[in-house]
């Protein structure tokens, strides 16, 4: 993989970071199946140029992973970066046969390497040595109710919450309370707002989660209409006109009219159909 990082940088603009990240954003993204391919061509054939295809095409989402974890008062080059190296590991040990996108994968990788990088870089952070103190350094925060020291109640449902020792909970509260060198020492007055600990990242804009959801839709939409096809003409239009129409939804008596039958028999035409969609879908 470090023959991917050579073409990587030369495949990537060198100069201000603007440049850089309008250079990403001209990558075209990759569809599943071109995914596959070129995994497949990595894992087979130890194939460089596949592997710098699936690496460019990911760099925006570590730009946008990294862009969350610029309150720790670290340069944005330097988090890409570490995030590019998470991206790199994740391409070499991607498995094609899983049936997953490369970026729900990645995303694991690419954090990890982020926080390890904050972690050795921040000198706060360098006490937080152990596993459970790293979960308590990113996460205490957004557990905490108020502001100032956690009372006993919210310690025991801080350490409950994340499976630490109550101890644990209490000793790094010690250290995120204490006093650190200021990130911008010409602004002192602006302390509160620019404290790290205060811009720990939003997982709400989590970008391998949206696209998670939007290829689960996507998928899910197409099983739908596989499986509507398969119905008969009178039973599909009986679906569609009870669940699937955008306005006004026909009733039974209006269905049992149009095909001159009973309204229990469209009942039952109904309730067969729906077994079959149910059927299909979870095949």
């Not at 108020?146 to 310690?155: I, P, T």
């Not at 569609?240 to 009973?262: G, I, M, N, P």
């Not at 229990?264 to 079959?276: C, G, P, S, T």
């Given at each position: 993989?470090?023959?991917?990082?050579?073409?990587?940088?030369?495949?990537?603009?060198?100069?201000?970071?603007?440049?850089?990240?309008?250079?990403?954003?001209?990558?075209?993204?990759?569809?599943?199946?071109?995914?596959?391919?070129?995994?497949?061509?990595?894992?087979?054939?130890?194939?460089?140029?596949?592997?710098?295809?699936?690496?460019?095409?990911?760099?925006?989402?570590?730009?946008?992973?990294?862009?969350?974890?610029?309150?720790?008062?670290?340069?944005?080059?330097?988090?890409?970066?570490?995030?590019?190296?998470?991206?790199?590991?994740?391409?070499?040990?991607f498995d094609p046969t899983m049936?997953?996108?490369?970026?729900?994968?990645?995303?694991?990788?690419?954090?990890?390497?982020?926080?390890?990088?904050?972690?050795?870089?921040?000198?706060?952070?360098?006490?937080?040595?152990?596993?459970?103190?790293?979960?308590?350094?990113?996460?205490?925060?957004?557990?905490?109710?108020?502001?100032?020291?956690?009372?006993?109640?919210?310690?025991?449902?801080?350490?409950?919450?994340?499976?630490?020792?109550?101890?644990?909970?209490?000793?790094?509260?010690?250290?995120?309370?204490?006093?650190?060198i200021s990130f911008d020492p010409?602004?002192?007055?602006?302390?509160?707002?620019?404290?790290?600990?205060?811009?720990?990242?939003?997982?709400?804009?989590?970008?391998?989660?949206?696209?998670?959801?939007?290829?689960?839709?996507?998928?899910?939409?197409?099983?739908?209409?596989?499986?509507?096809?398969?119905?008969?003409?009178?039973?599909?239009?009986?679906?569609?006109?009870?669940?699937?129409?955008?306005?006004?939804?026909?009733?039974?008596?209006?269905?049992?009219?149009?095909?001159?039958?009973?309204?229990?028999?469209?009942?039952?035409?109904?309730?067969?159909?729906?077994?079959?969609?149910?059927?299909?879908?979870?095949?």
């Amino acid at each position: 993989m470090n023959q991917a990082l050579v073409l990587l940088d030369k495949a990537l603009p060198v100069g201000s970071v603007d440049t850089y990240l309008q250079a990403v954003n001209r990558v075209p993204m990759l569809s599943h199946e071109e995914e596959i391919e070129l995994a497949e061509r990595l894992q087979r054939d130890n194939d460089m140029e596949a592997a710098r295809r699936l690496v460019l095409s990911h760099m925006r989402f570590v730009v946008r992973i990294a862009k969350n974890y610029q309150g720790y008062g670290l340069a944005l080059t330097d988090l890409i970066q570490e995030g590019s190296i998470g991206l790199m590991k994740a391409v070499k040990r991607f498995d094609p046969t899983m049936n997953v996108r490369l970026v729900s994968f990645a995303v694991h990788w690419i954090r990890a390497e982020i926080h390890e990088f904050i972690l050795r870089n921040w000198r706060i952070v360098k006490v937080a040595t152990t596993k459970a103190q790293r979960k308590l350094f990113f996460n205490l925060r957004s557990a905490k109710k108020r502001l100032g020291w956690l009372n006993q109640a919210e310690v025991q449902a801080v350490a409950q919450d994340l499976g630490v020792p109550e101890k644990t909970v209490m000793e790094m509260e010690s250290r995120l309370s204490g006093q650190d060198i200021s990130f911008d020492p010409s602004d002192a007055d602006d302390e509160n707002h620019t404290a790290p600990a205060a811009f720990l990242q939003d997982m709400r804009a989590d970008p391998a989660e949206q696209i998670e959801h939007n290829d689960w839709q996507a998928h899910k939409q197409s099983r739908l209409d596989e499986a509507l096809d398969e119905l008969d003409a009178r039973s599909r239009e009986i679906i569609t006109q009870r669940w699937l129409a955008e306005d006004k939804k026909s009733t039974l008596q209006e269905l049992a009219q149009q095909f001159q039958v009973s309204a229990e028999r469209v009942r039952q035409l109904e309730a067969n159909a729906i077994k079959k969609l149910k059927s299909a879908m979870q095949a």
